[in-house]
Structure formats: structure tokens, C-alpha cells
């Protein structure tokens, strides 16, 4: 029987976008800071569960509710049954938007919202590939569940609570990531690097970024005006800009205080070259300054062996797989003040490296008196052969829906796909699409996602008819 999934798709793209239109509205990034018993990442990420299996039970899927942590919506027949693994949460706004990132808003084929692109979108269109399946009747021999998390921009712990309550089936996908599929996933993993506790001079305080996977887009550092003058700052500061025009500066005075600001450009942590860290930018100013020897040791380290070195090199890290690729390395989130002196650093790196490989490296390379700790879960890398079945069979959907012969590939972000013992990360980006995750003004092409819809639709049907 011959299906025209795309048209499949055009009948019900008013309800999709609808559906997606009332998703994208819930701010549903973590927000351990408003938890409860009943919403154990704050309010918002549960209310994007309940929503989405809101629409599953309207339109009579099986659905299952756990702990506001983690969702399945279920469909087929057969005692087998392949994962779709989605997430509802999102990562936080940050700036620079220019438009509400909650009011979802459509301009010249775009569809702008928090989450439109990673990952609600992506998760709706798998769902309405379920749906179509299922409302023409087609005959199945296995099962498929739609697994939704509530936290994969932080610490995974909404799937990490299903896979201790529930049964997670070995194959499968994910939706969050690019066509024609991601065969491979770097390993990810975060170091806390860990200064002496410092002796404030001119700096007051220094801080960047919101999350680890996000390279920060704006800077801010706390100086103090009986150190300098505010006219000699911003002199050095306006020769600094002409410098590296690359990035933009302000500064605004309270009392004893001038507060420097940089902005730079917000990208996703696996591809920190296309974002401008705008932390590093700082530093490397602060560094033109007359600092003491504490604020030297922090700002010269971040200006001479973390701004723009992707590969980590004067890390000692730097390592590259022909499969897999290089390492790259993203320092992202900055806390200076009296108290402390600490700076996050994203790596994600291909085979050859784990967890206690790296702490080694990186701790021969610090400075005297300065450490690395990893600091939340290491995730380790997986492949699956493009030769493999599962492969070949979501390869051959997209093909037959777009003529497009390229090959399958590794990245290094990091999808639920590498939970599964056979899975991968299948769509919803297009090659040559603009990246577009954790950025300001994030979006999803409307006829591609309608397209992303049909292809997940074919290439779901073949792995459960």
C-alpha cells in the first residue's frame, strides 16, 4: 500500500502548529529554585508534560504519567516495542530576543519560540507521525512509545526517573538533532576548575552564563572606582572595541562601582565556534588593567588558555577520532567575587578520552594551587555503524522524502538517543540549516517541520508495520 505521507501531514498542519503554538507558551525550563512534592523541577516543565500527554489522551493514545518526571504516549500491536525519546523542557530565554520567547510568533515561514527547534517541535512532529499512523489504521507488529523528559538540558533527571520506574526499549531515536541521522555522539562531561578563594583589588566581581551547554552571550564584571578613574576605563574600554569589533561594551556607574559589560554572541556548547564567548572577551580585557597578582592568576588564565581555543589545546586535551572528530571545549558559566573564583568548562570529546583521562590532563596543565573536579554526569561516547539496520531504515525515509545522499554523521551534542542500547539521533534539522539551539530567537521552519512530520511518519510506520 502506498502512503503520500506528506499529504497525510498537510491535513492535520493547522492542528500541528496549533498544538505547537500552545506548547511553546509554557516556560518549561528547570526550576529546582520553585520545586514541590509534586513538581520536582519546578512547575514549568511538569505543565509542558501535562499538556503534551494532554493531546495524546484527546486524540486516544495510551498515555502514562510519571511523577510529573518523565511521560509516554504508546501505540501498536506486538510484544516488541522501539523508543522515540523527546523532551518538553527547554533552555533558559537568555537575551537578545526580539520578540517574547513564550508568545510564539510566525514571520516569513518561521516559527519563533523557546523550544520551537529543541525540542518541542521535533517531539510534536514524531508525535503527529504516531497519530497519522494510527488514524489511518495501518497494520503494526510492534509497538512504539513516545518517551518525553522533562530535564535533557541539565541533568537528565526526568528520564533518568523513568528508567528506573519503567522499561526503556533498546531501540530507537531521538528527536533532537539533524537528518539524515547522527550515528555518533560525543562523550560530554563538565569541570568545575577551582581558584583560590581571592584578594579582591579592582575587581569586584566577574560572572557569565546561565547553563553549562550554553556559550554566554553576555559578560559583566564589577570594578572599583577607587582603583580607577571611570574616564581612563572607558578610554581603555573604547580602544579595546575598535579591537575586536567582533564584540560590543558598555559601562554604567553607581557610586564606587563601574560595572563593564560585554556581548557577544549565545551559541550551543557543541559548537562553541559559532558563538563569541563573551566571557573571555572580559577577561582578556580585565587583563589590559592594572590587577593584582590573585586577579591575574583567574582573568590571565581565562584570557590565555580558554579565549578561543575550541580544541583545548593549552589544556592538554586536545584529541581528534576520524570518526568521531576533535574535541572541543566551551568554558561557560563564571562566578568571581570575595567568596570564590570558579569557571565550568563543556568538553565533548570523541573515543580515545573518558572521564578520568581528561581530569589528569587538564589538572597537569592548571596552575599551581588550581584544580578540576568533574562536576555533574559523564557521558560517555556512542556509536552505532551506518551500516546498521536502524540506521539504513531511518536513512532511507529521509532519503526517499528528499534525494538527499548524505551521509550519516557524529556530533557533539549529546541526545537521549545514546541512552538507548541500539538508538540514535534522527532530524529535525536539515543539513545546511541554521543552528539555531539555545540562541536567541530560536525557530523551526514551518514546511520543514511539516516535512520532518511526513519523513518521521514513513520512517516510524517501517520500523513497527
Known sequence: MSIDWEKEVSHRSDELINDLSELVSIDSSRDIEHKTSDFPLGPGPAKALQTFLHFADRDGFETKNVDNLA????????????????????????????????????????????????????????????????????????????????????????????????????????????????????????????????????????????????????????????????????????????????????????????????????????????????????????TTLNLNDSEKLYFSFIANDLHLDFAGEHLGIANKDDVMGELTLSPNIYEYDQDQANILLNIRYPKGDNGDTLTEKINQHLPENVTAVIEGHNQLPHFIDADDP???????????????????????????????????????????????????????NIDKLLKATAIYADAIYRLIK
Not at 113 to 134: C, F, H, N, Q, T
Not at 251 to 266: A, S
Not at 413 to 424: S, V
Open 390 to 444: 536502524l540506521v539504513q531504515d531511518l536513512v532511507g525515509a529521509y532519503r526517499d522524502h528528499t534525494d538527499d545522499q548524505t551521509e550519516p554523521f557524529t556530533v557533539g551534542g549529546g541526545t537521549y538517543g545514546r541512552i538507548l542500547k541500539h538508538g540514535i539521533a534522527f532530524g529535525a534539522m536539515f543539513p545546511g540549516d541554521e543552528n539555531v539551539m539555545h540562541q536567541p530567537n530560536e525557530y523551526i
Open 71 to 286: 511521560g509516554r504516549i504508546e501505540f501498536g500491536d506486538g510484544e516488541d516495542a522501539i523508543a522515540i525519546l523527546g523532551h518538553v523542557d527547554v533552555v533558559p530565554e537568555g537575551p537578545g530576543w526580539n520578540t517574547d520567547p513564550f508568545d510564539p510568533v510566525i514571520k516569513d515561514g518561521n516559527f519563533y519560540a523557546r523550544g520551537a527547534s529543541d525540542d518541542k517541535g521535533p517531539s510534536l512532529a514524531s508525535y503527529y507521525a504516531m497519530k497519522i499512523i494510527k488514524e489511518l489504521k495501518l497494520p503494526t507488529s510492534k509497538k512504539v512509545q513516545l518517551i518525553l523528559g522533562t530535564d535533557e538540558e541539565s541533568e537528565w533527571v526526568g528520564i533518568n526517573h523513568y528508567m528506573e520506574k519503567e522499561t526503556l526499549p533498546e531501540t530507537g531515536f531521538s528527536p533532537d538533532a539533524e537528518f539524515p541521522a547522527i550515528n555518533g555522539e560525543k562523550g560530554i562531561v563538565s569541570f568545575r576548575v577551582n581558584f583560590p578563594t581571592p584578594k579582591i583589588g579592582l575587581v569586584k566581581s566577574f560572572n557569565a552564563g546561565i547553563r553549562p551547554n550554553m556559550v554566554p552571550q553576555n559578560a559583566e564584571a564589577e570594578l572599583d572606582l577607587n582603583s580607577i578613574k571611570a574616564e581612563e576605563l572607558k578610554d581603555s574600554l573604547n580602544n579595546f572595541l575598535a579591537e575586536n569589533s567582533e564584540v560590543k561594551g558598555s559601562t554604567t556607574t553607581e557610586d564606587d562601582t563601574i560595572k563593564v559589560q560585554i556581548i557577544g554572541k549565545g551559541a550551543h556548547a557543541m559548537e562553541p565556534f559559532n558563538g563569541i564567548n563573551a566571557a573571555t572577551y572580559l577577561a582578556k580585557f580585565l
